[in-house]
């Protein structure tokens, strides 16, 4: 059984920060993909920033610049940090991990960012 455990999410004032954190538990597999995923209201999710166990990430266009996507192998662990967060970037923010037999989902952390 794969648990994901989502933190950080919260209220922040446009050109504030935010750390996301989101634990892996269970058989996550040692070769695999972990990142973030956000949703709006009404709409799909839609890619953040991604990084492989190897450390090759992928960053939406709208957050490259501001956001980095890291993680720590031995903790199971990815992490977003959030630099100059604007409102449009408010959403529910969903951790993700790829493994070669399937994709699992945290439950989702609110992010909103007032101007």
């Known amino acids: 059984q794969v648990q994901l455990v989502e933190s950080g999410g919260g209220l922040v004032q446009a050109g504030g920060s935010l750390r996301l954190s989101c634990a892996a538990s269970?058989?996550?597999?040692?070769?695999?993909?972990m990142g973030w995923y956000r949703q709006y209201p009404g709409k799909q999710r839609e890619l953040v920033a991604i990084i492989t166990s190897g450390g090759s990430t992928n960053y939406a266009d709208s957050v490259k610049g501001r956001f980095t996507v890291s993680r720590d192998n031995a903790k199971n662990t990815v992490y977003l940090q959030m630099n100059s967060l604007k409102p449009e970037d408010t959403a529910v923010y969903y951790c993700?991990?790829?493994?070669?037999?399937?994709?699992?989902w945290g439950q989702g952390t609110q992010v909103t960012v007032s101007s």
């Open positions: 993700y991990l790829h493994t070669p037999l399937r994709n699992y």
């Open positions: 269970g058989s996550i597999f040692s070769s695999n993909v």
